[in-house]
């Protein structure tokens, strides 16, 4: 991943805001995307993923600028990480809402998503899709009023630029190429990801992502098939610096976790 200043902008889809957190790295771009769900007209909002605990208060005040008086009646998740949950705590004390996500524990006053829950906050309908891969509780929300082909809020399950990475073990390669699948047969809604611009088209977006990830667990087999004997014992790491050559020593960790989803998914299907 590569950092850049690209954001959905304030309005990127009918009905959707975004607001951006201030957490630039390499890893969340331009910072975690804030989305606020809501008819014309209705007096509340759905808000998903409030962001980092670092930049908690400072973003909590953005987002209620941004939500221009209207209250926010649901916190959703797209997963776990602290980028993207983080502030859930502050953010459901200071708005009183309840926080839904794929896993109990993340949730507050509220029971977990369930797989095509069909959900109806501020006069919109959201569908909750459990699309494991980047994590194994990550979600995308599915926004069908959001223009003619409606929006995917995706998290870091597609993302705005460059490619997301598997949290393995808890991600899993096969599980992440069944998710991709099934995004793509979402057609052209507009992909609304949790760092980076919004995407003219899920279907695009995901082809690419599965070409992309095949191509990974080509390399990891080509590598397998020069080391001979030796490949039953490498390591995700010494496979790594093959794949990864250049890597930015500040995402090299996530370089290796990625490395060693496609390694288990190689190894998995050839046993």
Do not use: K, W
């Not at 073990?169 to 979402?186: H, I, K, M, N, T």
């Amino acid at each position: 991943m590569t950092s850049t200043d690209s954001t959905p902008g304030p309005d990127p889809a009918p009905f959707i805001s975004c607001v951006t957190a201030q957490n630039p790295s390499p890893m969340t771009l331009a910072g975690t995307n804030t989305y606020l769900i809501g008819a014309p007209g209705s007096e509340s909002l759905t808000l998903v993923d409030p962001g980092p605990a670092e930049t908690a208060e400072a973003h909590l005040d953005a987002v209620r600028t941004a939500a221009q008086g209207r209250r926010i009646e649901l916190i959703l998740l797209t997963h776990r990480h602290e980028d993207h949950a983080g502030a859930v705590e502050l953010f459901h004390e200071a708005t009183g809402a309840p926080v839904r996500a794929h896993l109990p524990e993340l949730c507050r006053a509220a029971t977990p998503l369930t797989d095509g829950e069909r959900l109806v906050v501020a006069d919109t309908v959201i569908l909750a899709l459990h699309t494991p891969g980047h994590t194994s509780d990550s979600c995308c929300f599915q926004v069908p009023s959001a223009g003619s082909d409606g929006a995917i809020l995706t998290g870091d399950t597609i993302l705005g630029s460059g490619t997301s990475m598997l949290d393995h073990p808890d991600g899993r390669l096969v599980d992440y190429l069944a998710s991709l699948a099934r995004l793509r047969a979402e057609g052209d809604a507009t992909v609304l990801p949790g760092h980076g611009p919004a995407l003219d088209s899920v279907a695009q977006a995901a082809d690419e992502y599965l070409e992309h990830r095949r191509a990974r667990v080509r390399q990891v087999r080509e590598a397998l098939a020069d080391l001979g004997d030796d490949a039953a014992h490498v390591t995700a790491a010494r496979l790594a610096e093959r794949i990864y050559p250049d890597v930015d020593e500040r995402v090299a960790a996530v370089a290796e976790m990625t490395v060693a989803a496609h390694l288990d998914y190689v190894r998995s299907s050839t046993s």
